[in-house]
């Protein structure tokens, strides 16, 4: 992350930097633990959307989006959805749509629960990129808005 | 008890508030100390998936808000058709009570069969689905359909909100 005129005070840049990766690795850890303890996908996608969105109120839009570019979150958010789809339709092979076919493993293991973790990684991806893209969107009309 | 019927009387204090505050900022400031009372409320009563969910979602609205109503001033309209506006929301009020008063009536005594589908998901969520976590079982195995449901919704937020701000094809000015 460069020093750029954009954005806030350097105090809130300094933190920010500090803060931002332990934010999105927090989310991460979120996701991956969905199916142990409390959270799951919602929750875990918009805290990794809200660490993107502490970079871009601090560091201005570009550093943001040349991290995150709008097409590559519409990109994501479309395999979230795809990806989403196809685990509730590979149920098929076993019976049923949203028919749990991974072995569910042993209880209170990370690799459990079988198409459960699969799940809240789609749904993790459709909500951050999603919410993200949202932020983006309202944020660049406000500011032709604003030029007016 | 007595914390849920405080925090219950702060979030009705705070929704007041807001509505009725004049400047903008401090009526979307009230608007997430209410935000913040559900999800502590939702912590009191032994939910922390959703008071994880409702805390982040709240932080996240509570930005949005902030920078679209930032160094705006919407005026709000008092004034004109009060005869129209008070007849709608009074016929909107009665149509509104008949409806749930009918809905209402057939439903159980609050907390009566207790725990009667609940009780089979704790039962067998752990066994069925091998997770830990029951909230994820059944939002994600027995009940995907209503998750599927959820991420569509969003999905089509995203869309509605993306085709009204979209640059493309709109008449410059």
Redesign the interface.
Known sequence: MKETRQGMTIIVKTITRLTVGLIFLYGIYIVLHGHLTPGGGFAGGVIMALAFIHLMIAFGKETALKKLSQAKAAFLENLGALMFLSVAALGFSGGYFFYNFIKKGMPFHLLSAGIIPLCNIAICLKVGAGLFSIFVTLLILNNTGRKK | MLELHLLLLFMIVAAVVAVEIKDLLSSVIAVGAVGLGVSLSFLLLKA??L???QL??E??CL??LI??TI?KDLPLVKDGRWFFNTLSTLSFLAVFLLFAYFALKSLPVFGKPIMRIAEVYLKEG?AK?????L???I???FR??D??GE?TV??T??IG??AV?R?VGRIRK
């Open positions: 922390p998936d008071a994880i969910t982040v979602v932080i996240l930005i949005i920078r679209a160094n752990l689905t091998g997770a830990a976590n909230v994820a079982a939002i994600l195995d995907g359909y998750t599927l991420a969003l999905f937020a995203v909100v993306m701000m640059k």
